[in-house]
């Protein structure tokens, strides 16, 4: 049940990415949302979510979402439908105009206990490096002793081809590297 759920929603082919939504794709965002309502966030985020790449002896591993403004208008109908709430565009318009023209980042690193809690944050696209406008960290624990880092960050999407692919490069104060590949042609 839960795979033909997945499959359905899923476009045979996505449009570019949008960095800017109109009524009626905010509509269609809301509905793929609420229709999303009974899968697992990994797999509802799976249009937008990629594995990072690890190197030989590399030990840092982790995933990120891109937060596309279609992205983000699905996960608050998603997050909605699970509360038994209803959603409108009229509910969104404040947060749909703070990620207006920015290509936002969710990573989640999985450092082993002795790396750094530093991270370094670029984004390339065609030979060209952006660095980020806005970055946030947080460490959290959990009860067995595995340790995550979440790292938030915001790009300004002007000089972003919605059609190219971008490359999310996670640098540790180790000098370690974990690139984040994702193919903006077949994202929303």
Do not use: N
């Not at 960095?19 to 965002?29: F, M, Q, V």
């Not at 109908?77 to 980042?105: I, M, N, P, Y």
């Not at 690193?109 to 060209?128: F, K, M, T």
């Amino acid at each position: 049940m839960v795979l033909g759920s997945v499959l359905s929603l899923v476009p045979a082919r996505a449009q570019a990415l949008s960095l800017s939504l109109s009524s009626s794709e905010i509509g269609d965002a809301i509905r793929y949302g609420q229709r999303a309502q009974d899968l697992p966030f990994a797999l509802f985020t799976r249009e937008w979510r990629t594995e990072g790449v690890r190197g030989p002896g590399q030990r840092l591993t982790g995933s990120a979402w891109l937060q596309s403004p279609f992205a983000r208008v699905a996960h608050a109908g998603w997050a909605a439908a699970h509360r038994g709430l209803s959603l409108t565009a009229g509910d969104l318009k404040r947060q749909l105009e703070s990620v207006q023209g920015w290509l936002a980042f969710a990573v989640t690193l999985v450092p082993p206990p002795e790396y750094p809690r530093v991270y370094d944050v670029r984004l390339h696209q065609a030979g060209e490096v952006f660095d980020p406008s806005h970055v946030e960290t947080h460490q959290d624990v959990s009860e067995q002793g595995g340790a995550w880092v979440y790292v938030y960050c915001l790009f300004p999407a002007e000089k972003i081809d919605p059609q190219g692919t971008v490359v999310l490069v996670v640098t540790d104060a180790h000098g370690d590297l974990l690139p984040f590949v994702f193919d903006l042609s077949r994202m929303r």
